[in-house]
């Protein structure tokens, strides 16, 4: 596996479920970011994660939770979504949280 | 002060046409702009970047051209094909903090004509 890596590519789920979206960089990189791309808003910063702690936390709602146990890995568990939080689930990998960052192809969300 | 504003929306273009898409931003920090392609059920890809020491910078057929007293950017596409047919993003980025996040953005969505 090379790049950035997201688990599952699509998932449907009903508002009171819980579920994780998982993401694994293999490029050596010490940051990670998810993003929120919607048709309204192309792509909203989430979560940054620098050297495994959480940097920002771009006023999202307590029903997104990230965690970082590694450098490698990120995932962002789910609950008690709602209809307007389907969207694509990006999450990026960039080295010292400069240039360029690599994206993994995404997680399209559907909240039914 | 964070925005970066994008334009066009989209953009339609015949085959072998040069494709422009221009980018402006408020932030004098901002020292690292680069320009992301995203085709359909993919995340943006890099394509291309450029720092303000550099007024332009040329990849292939993908140009960056940067204006820094008017803080603008743009990217040019020459011999534009079909499989460029794809979303644009611009997006800048400084030292330190909140300004070491990309700032995206909204995106260009551009047809090639055949």
């Known amino acids: 596996e090379t790049g950035v890596t997201q688990t599952p590519r699509h998932l449907v789920m009903g508002m009171t479920n819980k579920k994780s979206l998982k993401c694994e960089q293999h490029?050596?990189?010490?940051?990670m970011y998810w993003y929120k791309q919607s048709a309204k808003k192309p792509l909203e910063l989430m979560f940054v994660?620098?050297?495994?702690?959480?940097?920002e936390n771009n006023s999202v709602p307590s029903r997104f939770s990230p965690e970082c146990p590694n450098s490698s890995h990120l995932f962002l568990h789910l609950h008690t979504l709602q209809p307007e939080d389907s969207a694509l689930y990006l999450c990026?990998?960039?080295?010292?949280?400069?240039?360029?960052?690599?994206f993994g192809s995404g997680t399209r969300l559907t909240v039914v | 002060q964070q925005q970066v504003k994008q334009s066009p929306q989209s953009l339609i273009v015949q085959k072998g046409g040069i494709s422009i898409i221009n980018c402006a931003y408020e932030?004098?920090?901002?020292?690292?702009f680069p320009w992301y392609q995203q085709f359909p059920g993919k995340g943006p890809a890099l394509l291309i970047a450029?720092?303000?020491?550099?007024s332009e910078k040329k990849e292939g057929r993908f140009t960056i051209s940067f204006n820094k007293s008017a803080k603008q950017f743009s990217l040019h596409i020459m011999d534009s094909q079909p499989g460029d047919s794809a979303t644009y993003f611009c997006?800048?980025?400084?030292?330190?903090?909140?300004?070491?996040?990309?700032?995206f953005g909204k995106g260009t969505k551009l047809s090639v004509k055949p």
């Open positions: 990026a990998s960039s080295q010292d949280r400069k240039d360029g960052y690599t």
């Open positions: 490029l050596g990189h010490n940051a």
């Open positions: 994660y620098s050297l495994e702690e959480r940097v």
């Open positions: 932030n004098t920090a901002f020292d690292y």
């Open positions: 450029i720092r303000p020491d550099v």
């Open positions: 997006a800048a980025s400084g030292y330190g903090g909140s300004q070491g996040n990309l700032i």
